[in-house]
Nanobody, 125 residues
Framework: QVQLVESGGGLGQAGGSLRLSCAAS????????MGWFRQAPGKEREFVAA????????YYADSVKGRFTISRDNAKNTVYLQMNSLQPEDTAVYYC??????????????????WGQGTQVTVSS
């Protein structure tokens, strides 16, 4: 069972930036699609971004496209989410998750079987 540990959340200002990291245990990290999801109070957990096993393809929710960038370092078993031009509506708990091996659905929560504990991101206006 893989363990995922997020870090880098906190308080940001509108228009500012934050970078989230997610460190994964295990030797098969490089074979899996990795994703970021977020959940705001009273709302469903929603897809934010995903990256394929080799970093060859990335995907974003429309709400963050052009502002957020997902990347990964397979040598370090780590996936990142660079968040720029933050908006108050980005306030949520952000979760890192392991998705399908190699390919498959990237924005369906049901396709992800391992989740981190989440990190809070709060954006003030």
């Amino acid at each position: 069972q893989v363990q995922l540990v997020e870090s880098g959340g906190g308080l940001g200002q509108a228009g500012g930036s934050l970078r989230l990291s997610c460190a994964a245990s295990g030797r098969t990290f490089s074979s899996y699609t990795m994703g970021w999801f977020r959940q705001a109070p009273g709302k469903e957990r929603e897809f934010v971004a995903a990256i394929r096993w080799n970093g060859g393809s990335t995907y974003y929710a429309d709400s963050v496209k052009g502002r957020f960038t997902i990347s990964r370092d397979n040598a370090k078993n780590t996936v990142y989410l660079q968040m720029n031009s933050l908006q108050p509506e980005d306030t949520a708990v952000y979760y890192c998750a392991r998705g399908p091996r190699y390919y498959g659905s990237y924005d369906d929560r049901e396709a992800y079987n391992s989740w981190g504990q989440g990190t809070q991101v709060t954006v003030s206006s």
